[in-house]
């Protein structure tokens, strides 16, 4: 038995009996847990971050997609209701189908960003139905984002569209295909500057005031422009007195030019910025030396001069021509009162003989 005892090797020394119990309640916790394991529930960072700052407001957005009809609103509708606090423009055209193809057109001037609302009106005795309706920004089809109705005889479409910037300026046309389109314009654009439309006239070493304005707008800018050539320059800070710029109101703009010479004459451009675009007016300067005004006095006393003269010649050849034919006559008369006493003194000669004779 010791033999069989020192081959076996060297005992393990035995566990206490509470280790033991430990270790068997530990695997048989360990085990539960796995088998009854919940979905994996630590927040995630992103969730963290939301945990600690649980005080602000919270926006929910979802995404379903489902068989139902396409019910969103269209691009420009979504637009109109993102800047429903904009002022509201409606404006229409109306047509009939009696009138001829030309195009009815309609000027819209904006200043600030709207919401404008386009309303084309067709009238016709023919079938609605039948009638082709469209919408076109310049060249560009224009597609759902305008409605249709009919009321009778009346076929109307409406276009709405918010206006915030340049990139929404410009024309918008409705078209009325029948047997002959027909097609309304909305011309949008901002306000038109008021330049001179005759050239001003001033010479050289004067002083000359160049005005634009713009009614009842306010531009957020001014800027005047010369012209070297085809080149527009901008006149900005004053050189050496010779340009100032300045304004008594914001809907006017004034460009003072003093000493003048005749390098400056030509035509000077006033650019207004508004919230929707840029519009310029312009004005024309001609600038003349002091020897024009005696050059076209000098032309005019000489065609007095020439005026005179030919008068003058002419009444001298008149009285001229006069003279011969008044001579003639006066000779004629002496001539005959002549003839008148030769034959008084023939006459009387015999009769005196006669008388001496009587005596006797």
């Not at 509470?18 to 979905?39: H, I, M, N």
């Not at 068989?67 to 800047?83: C, D, F, H, I, W």
């Not at 009614?215 to 050189?239: A, F």
Request: glycine fraction near 6%; include cysteine.
């Amino acid at each position: 038995m010791r033999a069989l005892q020192g081959l076996r090797g060297p005992r393990a020394p035995a566990l206490p009996l509470f280790l033991l119990c430990f270790l068997a309640a530990v695997r048989r916790s360990l085990e539960d847990g796995l088998s009854t394991a919940a979905p994996f529930t630590s927040l995630p960072v992103q969730e963290e971050i939301t945990t600690k700052y649980s005080n602000l407001s919270s926006e929910s957005h979802n995404i379903s997609v489902t068989a139902a009809p396409y019910t969103s609103l269209p691009v420009q509708e979504e637009m109109m209701t993102k800047y429903s606090n904009l002022s509201l423009e409606s404006h229409n055209i109306s047509m009939t189908v009696e009138q001829s193809n030309m195009p009815v057109e309609k000027n819209i001037t904006l200043e600030r960003p709207s919401n404008v609302e386009l309303t084309c009106q067709f009238t016709t005795s023919g079938d609605l139905n039948s009638v082709n309706v469209t919408w076109k920004k310049g060249d560009k089809l224009l597609e759902d984002n305008y409605l249709v109705n009919a009321t009778g005889s009346i076929l109307y479409t409406q276009y709405r569209v918010a206006v915030i910037g340049s990139k929404q300026m410009g024309s918008y046309s409705c078209f009325f295909g029948e047997k002959k389109q027909h097609r309304g314009t909305f011309n949008l654009k901002v306000p038109e500057i008021n330049g001179k439309n005759k050239p001003l006239i001033t010479y050289v070493g004067d002083s000359v005031v160049l005005m634009c304005k713009c009614q009842d707008c306010l531009p957020l800018n001014w800027t005047w422009y010369g012209v070297n050539g085809s080149v527009q320059v901008p006149i900005g800070v004053p050189v050496n007195d010779k340009y100032v710029i300045s304004g008594k109101h914001a809907n006017e703009t004034r460009l003072k030019i003093t000493q003048l010479s005749e390098d400056d004459q030509g035509t000077y451009w006033c650019h207004a910025i508004f919230e929707l675009g840029e519009s310029e007016g312009h004005v024309e300067l001609v600038v003349l030396s002091y020897l024009v005004p005696l050059k076209a006095f000098c032309a005019i006393v000489a065609e007095v001069v020439l005026l005179v003269t030919a008068i003058l010649l002419f009444e001298m050849y008149t009285q001229k021509k006069k003279k011969p034919s008044g001579d003639g006559k006066e000779f004629e008369q002496g001539e005959q009162m002549k003839l008148d006493d030769s034959n008084g003194i023939e006459n009387s000669g015999p009769r005196h003989r006669k008388n001496e004779s009587v005596g006797q």
